[in-house]
T-cell receptor, first 116, second 114 residues
Framework: NAGVTQTPKFQVLKTGQSMTLQCAQDMNHEYMSWYRQDPGMGLRLIHYSVGAGITDQGEVPNGYNVSRSTTEDFPLRLLSAAPSQTSVYFC???????????????FGEGSWLTVV | QQQVKQSPQSLIVQKGGISIINCAYENTAFDYFPWYQQFPGKGPALLIAIRPDVSEKKEGRFTISFNKSAKQFSLHIMDSQPGDSATYFCAASTRGSTLGRLYFGRGTQLTVWP
């Protein structure tokens, strides 16, 4: 059971370059999201999706773009990388239910991004 | 505006001791309060969660205490072990939220000395 899979695990970018962080889940979850984690800041929501074709912004969306063409995949695009985007990125998913398991969010193992 | 405030930022406990991490919130619409555990190099994973209709939930050595009137909840780790050394995040959300969004605290780095 793969769960939430993120690639790449590590990436170094030069300022101004673009790249895509890939995320795939095999749990047929409706909701997917991207968080970034910075020291002392916890996890901050970048973008989220409530289903294929539907995306919206979180609290720190600037500089990032997302799309959701399938239930399984939710890539995060950095349009023009900046040093401020150096961070650890986590993709997450959950079911659409409201029961005991409906709120459980499952995280991928993270993508470490350094922008120089 | 930080929706969930967590303290302390770091905690050092001796093996066998009790680790206590506290969180506070303002939004009374929150009705689901999970704790996530994160080991270095890994993603956060759900540890234990509580809904506000109970004041305490225990799973093994981990207990959540919930004070609805004070809008506070805490994680207690009894008989702390070196393997518990990790970063712990409290969070909050509303049941049935179409956003599926959790609001996270800033995390507590727990170190348990052998």
């Amino acid at each position: 059971n793969a769960g939430v899979t993120q690639t790449p695990k590590f990436q170094v970018l030069k300022t101004g370059q673009s790249m895509t962080l890939q995320c795939a889940q095999d749990m047929n979850h409706e909701y997917m999201s991207w968080y970034r984690q910075d020291p002392g800041m916890g996890l901050r929501l970048i973008h989220y999706s409530v289903g294929a074709g539907i995306t919206d912004q979180g609290e720190v969306p600037n500089g990032y773009n997302v799309s959701r063409s399938t239930t399984e995949d939710f890539p995060l695009r950095l349009l023009s990388a900046a040093p401020s985007q150096t961070s650890v990125y986590f993709c997450a998913s959950r079911t659409g239910g409201t029961g005991a398991s409906g709120n459980t969010i499952y995280f991928g193992e993270g993508s470490w991004l350094t922008v120089v | 505006q930080q929706q969930v405030k967590q303290s302390p930022q770091s905690l050092i406990v001796q093996k066998g001791g009790i680790s206590i991490i506290n969180c506070a919130y303002e939004n009374t619409a929150f009705d689901y309060f999970p704790w996530y555990q994160q080991f270095p190099g890994k993603g956060p994973a759900l540890l234990i969660a509580i809904r506000p209709d109970v004041s305490e939930k225990k799973e093994g050595r981990f207990t959540i205490s919930f004070n609805k009137s004070a809008k506070q909840f805490s994680l207690h780790i009894m008989d702390s072990q070196p393997g518990d050394s990790a970063t712990y995040f409290c969070a909050a959300s509303t049941r049935g939220s179409t956003l599926g969004r959790l609001y996270f605290g800033r995390g507590t780095q727990l170190t348990v000395w052998p």
